[in-house]
């Protein structure tokens, strides 16, 4: 019985395929008679669209029986004698044609019968409202403006498969409105924080990708060899060593978003290509780094959003009341009932590891292992925004020591929906105590750690010329834009997100 199943199903897809193979021949058949008559499309190098669809349905009292113009994409065709509709989709939404033989003449609306779903068409006419009361375009001309070869998914039930959808974002974005809205947003996204930043005194700026040495971060870089120069170099992880460089050299005020590269697994929250801003502000610390932080965020929230209650999963994140402030140490102590302000030392840390099953490696201090606690039990519960301050300098190789307390570091981490979106310090500007941390992470690096930095001269050499006292953040802009349109993986906020590779 399962193997006549089977057969039946092998039968029926084949009998699928054919008929797919079938109709993507006509459509080439088409194309080939148009192109034989001297009316080939993809000859027609521009038209001039007047309107868009939403435009036209907002101001449709002020339009009506107006000559206009739309052009788009045929997603709906409906051929009935002497007079038919489709439905049009352009940048904005879509609208209905009205397309009747009397109108168009008859040679035209014979074209226009043949055209098929996923054409995309310039349309001509008078604005009107049907009927029904759909507005629509009367149409007085169709111009065939380029032949789709390919069939466009079902458009009743669209394009459901993820992999298909990452891999041919330009069918997702067709069939998939809410998907298009994301990357809108995004873009009002980045918009918003230029907006935010040039209006407060930063200076947007570009640093290289390639690099020799790539520090900044955690992260394993990508590596490539430079032909000219037989020169290995890498891709950076991060922008933070030369817009600090710029900090040294008097632009007190300096952004940048671009795109980082790290080496890296995939998973809802990472790509190893993602896009990261870092600003630098001269003459403050990190908590002038919290209170940007803070205001930013709701002033985007704001702009793109048009509020500070932002739903995300099945949470409302209110960005508009005060953002929590704990500690790394407190935080520990009240979700994993730790206190690390009375562990003496790094045999009693691992002591605590080891009762409460936190995994940890021999090279591991208390400042690291303070660090594994917090992502083993804090960092789920931190829902609202919350600013994790002060972090073991183990974990923080170009951060300032709090002067009272030396074990410990200058910086913060926000987090939303357990989720680390951006990461802060006041900079370190010490170039002997500099040195010493990259000697730290240049052993770390000899006993396994792919992610330590190595020894960056130049950037010691800067801090040996003078860096003022300097307050810098990172920002994941990938996890802002997935906050504020509420999408659940990193690859839904991102136009191309990384793919293995088809066989």
Do not use: W
Not at 84 to 106: H, K, P, T
């Amino acid at each position: 019985m399962e193997d006549t199943q089977n057969k039946n199903q092998q039968q029926n897809n084949g009998a699928q395929e054919q008929d797919i193979g079938q109709l993507l021949k006509v459509r080439r058949e088409k194309l080939s008679a148009l192109q034989e008559a001297g009316r080939d499309p993809f000859r027609i190098t521009k038209y001039e669209a007047t309107h868009h669809s939403q435009e036209i349905k907002d101001n449709f009292e002020a339009l009506e029986g107006t000559a206009v113009s739309v052009a788009g994409r045929v997603m709906q065709k409906r051929v009935m004698g002497k007079a038919s509709f489709c439905n049009v989709q352009d940048l904005q939404g879509n609208i209905q044609a009205y397309v009747a033989r009397d109108n168009i003449g008859e040679e035209s609306y014979a074209d226009f019968k043949k055209y098929d779903v996923g054409d995309i068409v310039g349309i001509r006419g008078e604005v009107f409202k049907t009927k029904t009361g759909e507005i629509s375009v009367h149409a007085s001309e169709v111009v065939l403006l380029s032949k789709s070869l390919q069939i466009l998914p079902e458009k009743f039930h669209g394009l459901t498969n993820t992999d298909i959808r990452y891999r041919q974002r330009y069918t997702d974005l067709i069939m998939n409105p809410d998907v298009k809205e994301t990357f809108v947003k995004r873009s009002r996204i980045l918009s918003a924080i230029r907006r935010y930043l040039d209006e407060r005194g930063f200076m947007e700026v570009e640093t290289p990708m390639l690099v020799a040495n790539a520090g900044g971060a955690a992260a394993r870089p990508f590596e490539t060899h430079y032909n000219a120069l037989n020169e290995d170099v890498k891709l950076r992880i991060s922008l933070e060593l030369y817009l600090k460089r710029l900090i040294v050299g008097g632009m007190e005020k300096v952004y940048e978003i671009g795109r980082v590269f790290r080496n890296e697994g995939l998973d809802t929250r990472h790509n190893p290509e993602f896009t990261l801003m870092e600003l630098y502000q001269a003459y403050t610390d990190y908590y002038g780094m919290m209170d940007l932080t803070e205001d930013m965020f709701r002033y985007v929230a704001r702009e793109v959003c048009g509020t500070t209650l932002v739903p995300y999963a099945e949470e409302m994140i209110d960005l508009g009341r005060p953002f929590e402030r704990l500690t790394m140490v407190e935080a520990v102590k009240k979700y994993a009932g730790v206190d690390f302000d009375a562990v003496p030392d790094t045999e009693t840390a691992r002591k605590l590891a080891d009762e409460k099953g936190v995994h940890y490696e021999a090279r591991h201090a208390k400042g690291d292992i303070l660090n594994l606690f917090f992502e083993e039990y804090v960092e789920e519960h931190l829902i609202q925004p919350t600013f994790v301050m002060d972090h073991p300098v183990e974990v923080s190789p170009l951060t300032k020591r709090k002067p009272d307390k030396p074990d410990y570091v200058e910086r913060f981490e926000l987090f939303i929906y357990g989720r680390e979106m951006c990461n802060a310090y006041s900079e370190l500007n010490d170039p002997i105590d500099q040195r010493e941390r990259f000697r730290a992470q240049e052993a770390a690096l000899a006993a396994g750690d792919e992610e330590a930095n190595t020894t960056d001269e130049d950037f010691l050499n800067a801090l040996e010329i003078g860096m003022p006292p300097t307050g810098g953040i990172g920002y994941g802009i990938d996890r802002l834009v997935m906050l504020l349109t509420n999408s659940p993986a990193i690859r839904d906020v991102l136009l191309f997100p990384t793919m293995r590779t088809l066989e």
